[in-house]
């Protein structure tokens, strides 16, 4: 008899773009040019900071053991200070957990927070990640649709409308992956206070706090009264281009840190001591380092944008965040299947709209995190011939 799997496992989806990276994979084994508009993750590296001072602690003895459970002092100490200085968040060392990157930081949050049963409110269209988690932990996820028309900015009435007696916590990302809509910080705070009455946790990924066009990030931990329920999730993936490095943090009052390096304990420990070290030094030496990259990727999104407005089936209203588009397709019934069809035929990966909920049905994900200008010309010079072909045709 085969091993059980638990319902709370055994429902959760495979997500896309790993199907769709694999295939991608293939047809380069196959000797296809495919130009990847998929995964959101920067193509720069991370600063020289962070490579010599891993280089300079690996014959350390102390690099090869366990930190705090909570991770390195001097790490939590110097994030607290970044987030202090960049995002005007006041915390200290025992609000925060570093963590294996900000996945595990929303894993540790729910494990947290949440029981099984519990209702999660999701905005959508929203990380795949996100609902996953929820899943993986035995909640249920709310969806909460948001629109194109308005920005895809959520606001307190699309989850006063969601809330249940079970309503635990929400999980919101802002900027959002995959729309890039940032929250106006007075919806925001209306949000935070009206849940904060109602006893319901906000966790807050933040993880492109960093690729922000115009007005500068506002984290929701930037409220005075922060502690009564928000947990920030950041990540040190996005910001300093070491998404393989695996460091991110979950920062909540120290009540709950308290009980959450429990489960951290459980789970992994403590993060990569010798990628904590690293970070440290990227932080102390280099906290403006994703600035020096925002005017290239502010470039690669005019492409793109450019791009995209030669197809007319094609629709995007550039969002004020991420390094991403999420683009409307006219007559779009399956983005996942689009999605596929894409990639066989003009070897473009593209994320379907279907992987980030029933929301994001009718849209694709195009990324510019990793595609030189160059290379987003030759994805669209693809696109066009791909969708002249499907209009001809139809």
């Not at 029981?115 to 905005?123: Q, W």
Request: a neutral charge; proline letters at 5%.
């Amino acid at each position: 008899m085969p091993i059980r799997i638990p319902s709370r496992v055994a429902n959760i989806a495979v997500a896309q773009f790993d199907i769709l990276n694999s295939r991608a994979a293939e047809l380069r084994a196959q000797g296809r040019s495919v130009i990847s508009l998929g995964q959101a993750v920067p193509g720069f590296g991370p600063p020289k900071a962070a490579l010599d001072a891993a280089a300079a602690v690996l014959p350390e003895h102390v690099t090869h053991l366990y930190s705090a459970d909570a991770g390195l002092l001097e790490l939590r100490e110097a994030v607290c200070g970044y987030l202090s200085s960049r995002h005007a968040v006041r915390a200290t060392p025992r609000d925060l957990i570093i963590t294996a990157g900000g996945n595990q930081a929303v894993m540790l949050a729910l494990m947290t927070l949440v029981d099984a049963g519990d209702d999660v409110l999701l905005p959508a269209p929203y990380f795949a990640n996100h609902e996953m988690a929820i899943r993986a932990v035995g909640a249920t996820p709310i969806e909460i649709a948001l629109t194109e028309e308005q920005g895809f900015r959520l606001r307190w009435d699309h989850l006063a409308s969601a809330l249940t007696a079970r309503t635990r916590a929400a999980v919101i990302c802002t900027p959002s992956n995959p729309t890039g809509a940032i929250i106006d910080p007075t919806d925001a705070t209306r949000i935070v206070e009206e849940l904060a009455r109602r006893n319901i946790v906000v966790i807050s990924d933040e993880a492109y706090m960093d690729f922000v066009y115009g007005a500068p990030h506002w984290s929701l931990a930037s409220l005075a009264a922060w502690r009564d329920n928000v947990v920030l999730v950041g990540t040190f993936s996005k910001s300093f281009g070491m998404t393989g490095w695996r460091v991110g943090y979950m920062l909540a009052d120290a009540g709950v840190t308290t009980h959450a390096v429990k489960v951290q304990d459980a789970m992994i420990i403590c993060a990569t001591v010798i990628a904590q070290r690293a970070v440290g030094a990227a932080l102390r030496e280099t906290p403006d380092y994703t600035s020096t990259f925002l005017p290239e990727f502010t470039r690669r999104r005019d492409v793109l944008s450019g791009r995209l407005a030669r197809i007319p089936r094609l629709h995007w209203v550039p969002a004020s965040g991420g390094f991403f588009a999420f683009v409307r397709v006219d007559g779009c019934t399956s983005s996942v299947a689009l999605a596929s069809d894409i990639l066989e035929r003009a070897h473009v990966v593209t994320i379907p709209g279907a992987t980030f909920g029933k929301a994001g049905e009718g849209y694709l994900r195009f990324s510019y995190g990793t595609a030189t200008s160059d290379q987003i010309n030759e994805a669209f010079d693809r696109l066009e011939q791909y969708f002249r072909l499907r209009t001809d045709s139809s």
